[in-house]
C-alpha cells in the first residue's frame, strides 16, 4: 500500500475516507459510476482525488452490455458509489493506511531529531 | 454522412505531450473519422488526421478511459475514451429514431456521453497510450467537487509544511526512498543536521548572544521561531549590544 509522494495528496487521503480506497489495492473492487454503468475490477491506484485505476475490468454500460477491459482509469467526479469488498476489515485498512502515512512524515524518527510540534504545546 | 463540422484545422501540440501515436485511427460512435496521429498533451488531448483537420477533449470532460482487447466487443484492440459532451455527429444517428430509442435520449438530457475509440496500427503502444492519459488526467482535478471538504486551512494540515520548511532535506523522498539515496557522506551530513536540531534552543540562543526573556517565550509558544543551522562562531563578527 504505498502512500503518495504528494504532500497535499497525504493530507487529503489522510482527512478523508480516500483512505479508505487507497488501502483497497489488489482487491477486486465494483465502482458505480455517475451514469449508471459498472466497472468490477482489481484496483491497482486510488488517487487523493478519487481518481481509480482498475485492472482486468467487466465493464457493464447503461445498457447492460459487459465488456471486458485490460485497464480502466475513471475520474472521481465520475465515482458515484464503491463497493468495499466483503472480506476486508474497514478499520484495519483506515488503521494500516494511517500509519503508512505516519511513517512518511516521520521518517526522523518522533522522539529524535527535529521536533514537528514543540511539545510545549499541550502545556 | 453528415459533415463532421467539430473538426477543425490547428498545429499540433508543441508543449507538455506525454504521448505522440502516428498511424492511429479515430472513431465516434461507430464511425471512423480517419487515420491520424493522437497527441496526449498535459492541456489536452488532440487528435489530427493526416489531412491536418482534428479535434481537441479537455480532460475535464473525459469521465473514463480504458485499453479494451476485447475482440468479442469491438474487432480491434484499442483505447476506449468517454466524454461528457455531444458532438455534433452524433445527430446522423438521432434521424429515424424508433421510440423506444426517444425515451432514452430524453433521459440523456443531463448526461451527454460520446464514446471516441483510438485505434493505433501499433497494437503494443496502448500501455503507454493508456498511462500517458491517467498522467494527464490527474493534473486535472475536478474544480467543481462539492462533495469535498476543500477547506484545507488550519493547523493540523500545516504539518508537513512546516516540517519541509524546518527541514534540510530539498526534496522530499519517502522513507525508504530517502534513504536510498543518501550517500555515506549524506547519512553522516543527516545526523550531524539531526544533532543539531535536537539540541535545546536555548543553548543556540547563547552561542549567538542574543538571548533575551521574550526570546525564550517565543520558543516555548509557537512554531514561529526560524532554526537556522548554527555554526560555532558564527556571530562573532556580528556587533551586539549586550
Known sequence: MEVSHSVKERTIAENSLVILLQGLHGHVTTVDLRDESAATGRLTNVDAFMNMRLADVAFTDRQGTVTQLDELFVTGRNVRYVHIPDEVDIRATIERQLQAIHRVRYFGGRDKGRKEFPRAKHK | ?242
Open chain 2, 1 to 242: 454522412g453528415g459533415a463532421m463540422s467539430f473538426l477543425k484545422r490547428f498545429p499540433p501540440p508543441a508543449e507538455g505531450v506525454r504521448h505522440q501515436q502516428p498511424d492511429t485511427e479515430a472513431v465516434l460512435a461507430g464511425r471512423s473519422l480517419g487515420a491520424g496521429t493522437l497527441y496526449i498533451a498535459e492541456s489536452r488531448l488532440s487528435w489530427l488526421e493526416n489531412s491536418g483537420v482534428g479535434f481537441s477533449l479537455d480532460y475535464p470532460t473525459i469521465s473514463l478511459h480504458a485499453v479494451s482487447r476485447d475482440l468479442s466487443a469491438y474487432p480491434w484492440e484499442h483505447l476506449y475514451v468517454m466524454v461528457n459532451a455531444k458532438f455534433e455527429e452524433e445527430e446522423t444517428k438521432e434521424a429515424p429514431v424508433a421510440e423506444g430509442e426517444e425515451d432514452e435520449d430524453s433521459d440523456d438530457d443531463t448526461e451527454p456521453i460520446a464514446e471516441f475509440r483510438f485505434v493505433p496500427s501499433d497494437k503494443s503502444a496502448l500501455e503507454a497510450m493508456f498511462s500517458a492519459m491517467c498522467e494527464c488526467q490527474a493534473l486535472h482535478p475536478d474544480p467543481d467537487d462539492e462533495d469535498s471538504d476543500n477547506d484545507y486551512e488550519g493547523e493540523e494540515y500545516d504539518v508537513e509544511a512546516r516540517e519541509l520548511a524546518q527541514g534540510d532535506i530539498p526534496s522530499f523522498y519517502t522513507y525508504e526512498e530517502g534513504l536510498l539515496h543518501l550517500t555515506a557522506e549524506g547519512q553522516a551530513t543527516l545526523e550531524r543536521l539531526e544533532g543539531m536540531l535536537a539540541q535545546s534552543v536555548s543553548s543556540q540562543y547563547n552561542m549567538a548572544g542574543v538571548r533575551t526573556e521574550d526570546s525564550i517565550r517565543e520558543f516555548e509558544d509557537g512554531m514561529e521561531v526560524d532554526i537556522a543551522p548554527v555554526v560555532a562562531g558564527q556571530f562573532e563578527d556580528a556587533e551586539v549590544d549586550h
